[in-house]
Nanobody
Framework: QVQLVESGGGLVQAGGSLRLSCAAS????????MGWYRQAPGKQRELVAA???????NYANSVKGRFTISRDNAKNTVSLQMNSLEPEDTAVYYC????????WGQGTQVIVSS
């Protein structure tokens, strides 16, 4: 079992920045991919960014050049630095870990005001 706890959401004006963090605990040895997903009201959950244990990164096209994902394998954490935020980035952001199955965090709200 893997437990994930997110932090760092909040309210920010368009053009601002936020940093999300996710800490994993439990059977962290088995974690390969860690990532961030988001779900806006009335929309499906979508990938924002993901990073493998060896550092291979994948970004959604909509966040390339604005968001940066990073990972600390020793501390079992993954972070998402979000810059140049837009109202369209408003969503609940979820941390996900892949360790033989998918584990999800509880989600953290990000609201970007125009």
């Amino acid at each position: 079992q893997v437990q994930l706890v997110e932090s760092g959401g909040g309210l920010v004006q368009a053009g601002g920045s936020l940093r999300l963090s996710c800490a994993a605990s439990g059977s962290t040895f088995f974690i390969n991919v860690m990532g961030w997903y988001r779900q806006a009201p009335g929309k499906q959950r979508e990938l924002v960014a993901a990073i493998t244990r060896d550092g291979t990164i994948n970004y959604a096209n909509s966040v390339k050049g604005r968001f940066t994902i990073s990972r600390d394998n020793a501390k079992n954490t993954v972070s998402l630095q979000m810059n140049s935020l837009e109202p369209e980035d408003t969503a609940v952001y979820y941390c996900r870990a892949e360790a033989m199955r998918y584990y999800w965090g509880q989600g953290t709200q990000v609201i970007v005001s125009s």
